[in-house]
């Protein structure tokens, strides 16, 4: 076996895949725009991507970085997200070939944080290292793996992390100190906050992607009235030169590796890369008309671009990054998903690392506007997460698994005693909400799994019979934690095939229906004695033929119409659709993407 089959088999070569472009695209994946639009797009992903970058400050003060050496963390973590993102856009085995964006990863941020200032930031590197190593060679089976992280364990996450991030956000929201607010850093804090929610509210699509971009400018200008921000931020920033390598006086930690710290983030890595898993599949989705199921080589080059990027963040002891849902939003509001606009972002964010003031300017914003920031993604993450947890059908194991996975983690933050004697070098796994929390939902739903059977069968038969079947769906889809939507367009086709069954007479006896679910698609069969469902291609419904023809043709027109437009409602509402016949046995399949 020679070098260049390991290289194919352990990174597949790069493949197109067919796709149709949707109307609302103006530019598709594989398109170059013009040079004005492909500059113009990639400077407005940039300036998110920077917006983004207060949450590196947040992570550089916490762990005690302070002037030139926060500088040079902040512009190497710059260097990273350029590199990352023109690998990702890149058609090559080793990234998406989509427009991808990364950014400092908000998952990743507490255990950081926790693992710098217990063991040094050498230990959180070589954390870091580890979940590269990990991530890469689990590229082509993460997306396997999803059994073990459903979005319910995901929405978990997300609530306890934005839990952790409250108390640091209103500390600084308000400027406590010995029971009383600090009045302009509340009128800053409340400033940002405002403008990031009227923009997040009431502004149009196109505008609502700066909502950060603009509070942030509101808290300037507030802090600047208030005397928070001025003429000493601003000589800091003018006192730093034009062109510089972006390292600063921060110091590239060693890596030390000590396992017990680097488990949590090994962990929290190997999540937020099935994260990116979830970016991979909305661009691609977003950007193909005839999306039936996800493109999984791609998926696998995505999570592969991932676990270089952490790779990049451990060799230059940077913050962990992750995909960027808001710059998916602005792929959805300027419809141009281009590859080389990815292109076009990285080289800019490269080119911007060697321009110190910006990352100077980047650490001068104020404490009360990074409160409010914190504040907002807190309540975000909150929200996202219960909308992940609520968005699957729960039966009770499900409401137990999330509801003590949910209270272990909090615990652990309001009742800080019991993590009071776990040994050192174990307290950053069993003294972290967010760990405990995350493992113990994992745990439970595996357990939870077993005597749960992925296929189960019952027989329809009598005039209540599609109210069974939707009952029983929705048992089945509660049991195997599936999303609301797909059982719910599940159950009305099946509804529409026994109707159109019955009411044509095509059926002779009761119907069987078994369901077979993964977590990537819903599988329904229906078999029973009698003719194979038709389905034919669209037409027109022909009015005038109906009010020339007679009374009985008509009758049979409309009969006619009727039966096509419920076998294209059923075509509709499953993603594929077949129907054979063997003998007097008819089989009808229905295939639904999850």
């Keep these: 076996m020679n ?40 400077a407005q992903h940039t300036l998110i991507v920077l917006t983004m970058l207060v949450y590196t400050v947040v ?22 997200m350029g590199l990352v993102t023109l690998l990702q856009s890149l058609p090559t085995r080793f990234g998406s070939g989509h427009l991808i964006v990364h950014t400092p990863s908000v ?32 590229s082509g089976l993460l997306p396997r793996f999803r059994s073990l992280f459903p979005v319910e364990v995901i929405g978990i996450l ?52 700066f909502a950060v971009l603009a509070g942030v400018a509101a808290g300037l200008l507030v802090a600047y009235l208030s005397g928070l921000f001025g003429a000493e931020q601003i000589a800091v920033v003018s006192n730093v030169p034009l ?34 898993v979830g970016t991979a599949v909305t661009i691609d989705k977003m950007d193909n008309a005839r999306w039936t199921r996800p493109d999984m080589r791609m998926v696998g080059r995505t999570i592969t671009a991932h676990g270089f990027g952490l790779m990049m963040n451990g060799v230059t002891g940077t913050p962990p990054l992750g995909t960027s849902s808001a710059n998916l939003g602005l792929v959805a509001v300027t419809g141009v998903a281009a590859r080389v606009v990815g292109t076009a972002a990285g080289i800019m964010l490269v080119v911007l690392a060697f321009l110190p003031q910006v990352s100077a300017f980047i650490t001068t914003i104020p404490r009360p506007v990074i409160g409010a920031l914190i504040v907002y993604t807190a309540g975000y993450l909150m929200v996202v997460g219960m909308e ?28 800080p005693e019991l993590a009071a004697g776990i ?72 509804g529409e095939v026994l109707e159109v069954l019955h009411n044509e007479r095509m059926v002779e006896g009761p119907v069987n229906l078994q369901a077979t679910f993964d ?54 509402l499953a993603d594929k659709v077949s129907s054979v016949k063997q003998g007097g046995q008819a089989t009808l399949r229905m295939e639904f993407s999850h």
Aim: overall charge negative.
């Design 243 to 276: 062109f510089a390598l972006p390292f600063g006086s921060y110091d590239i930690p060693a890596p030390t590796l000590i396992i017990a710290a680097a488990l949590p983030q090994v962990l929290i890595e190997v999540i937020s890369a099935v994260d990116s």
């Design 3 to 42: 070098f260049r089959t390991i290289l194919n088999s352990a990174f597949p070569p790069f493949s197109e895949s067919r796709r149709e472009k949707p109307r609302e695209m103006l530019f598709s994946v594989a398109e170059k725009p013009g040079i004005a639009t492909t500059l113009t797009v990639g």
């Design 107 to 138: 998952i990743s941020m507490a255990a950081f944080i926790a693992v710098a200032n217990s063991f040094g930031i050498g230990a959180a590197t070589a954390g870091i290292l580890l979940s590269s190593v990990v991530v890469i060679f689990l």
């Design 423 to 494: 040994p050192g070098h174990l307290e950053p796994i069993f003294g972290s909400a967010l760990i405990m929390g995350v493992v113990t939902a994992v745990v439970l739903n595996q357990i939870f799994r077993i005597g749960i059977s992925q296929t189960a069968t019952i027989e329809l038969a009598g005039i209540g019979a599609a109210h069974d079947a939707s009952e029983f769906l929705e048992d089945r889809g509660a049991a195997w934690g599936a999303r609301r939507d797909v059982i719910s367009r599940a159950g009305i086709a099946v």
């Design 158 to 209: 997300l609530v306890l992390l934005g839990l952790t991030l409250v108390e640091g956000g209103v500390m600084r929201f308000t400027g406590l100190h010995e029971g009383s607010f600090d009045i302009p850093t509340l009128l800053t804090a409340s400033a940002t906050l405002g403008v990031i929610v009227a923009f997040s509210v009431w502004s149009p699509g196109r505008l609502r992607v």
């Design 519 to 572: 977590e990537y698609r819903l599988q329904l069969q229906l078999d029973y004695q009698g003719t194979a469902f038709s389905f034919a291609d669209d037409q027109a419904l022909d009015l005038a033929a109906f009010m020339e023809g007679d009374e009985d043709e008509d009758d049979l027109a409309l009969d006619a119409a009727m039966s096509q437009m419920s076998g294209a409602l059923i075509q509709n």
């Design 59 to 80: 992570i550089g003060k916490q762990i005690g970085l302070t002037d030139a050496s926060l500088r040079g963390f902040v512009a190497l973590e710059i260097v990273v």
């Design 388 to 415: 992940l947890i609520l968005s699957r059908l729960l039966d009770s194991r499900r409401q137990i698994m999330v509801g003590i996975g949910v209270t272990v983690g909090v615990s652990l933050m309001v009742v």
